[in-house]
């Protein structure tokens, strides 16, 4: 079964509280996704390139119209140290939070992560130049 038949046969809410047993093409890379080897019983993600799919407004509803490929374009810890993908949506530009999954490509994360450090929101040739007047004072 494909992800938008989902939205058809189960009722609304339906995947917050039942494992998703469905396997999927990813539409980023083409790559068949299983569930297993997620760690997780909510696969939302691509674990090869990150791509997610816009199929819900809240966790598990299969609500949203839009199904937008999602962009993973950054991380986040939680409290309790686990990592967490920021997606957002290519079409309308929804950002939602989705765990990292156990067979996620480390790679990609930690290229995602280090993304911030690679392009700062300042020249790098003034970074001398900033650094001093940020001691002096």
């Known amino acids: 079964m494909n992800r ?13 509280n039942n494992a998703c047993t469905d396997s999927f093409n990813c539409k980023g890379c083409g790559h068949l996704v299983t569930p297993g080897g997620s760690g997780t019983e909510h696969r939302n993600h691509c674990p090869y390139c990150l791509l997610s799919q816009h199929l819900d407004i809240d966790p598990g509803d299969r609500s949203a119209d839009c199904g937008g490929a999602m962009d993973a374009i950054g ?7 686990e990592w967490a993908l920021i997606h957002r949506c290519k079409i309308c530009g929804h950002i939602s939070s989705n765990r990292i999954a156990a067979d996620d490509n480390p ?31």
């Open 4 to 16: 938008e038949n989902k939205r058809k046969q189960y009722a609304k809410g339906y995947y917050r």
């Open 75 to 81: 991380v986040w810890v939680r409290k309790d140290g």
């Open 107 to 137: 790679l990609i994360l930690m290229s995602i992560a280090m993304k911030p450090l690679g392009n700062p929101p300042f020249p790098l040739a003034r970074i001398e130049e900033l650094t001093k007047l940020m001691t002096s004072g």
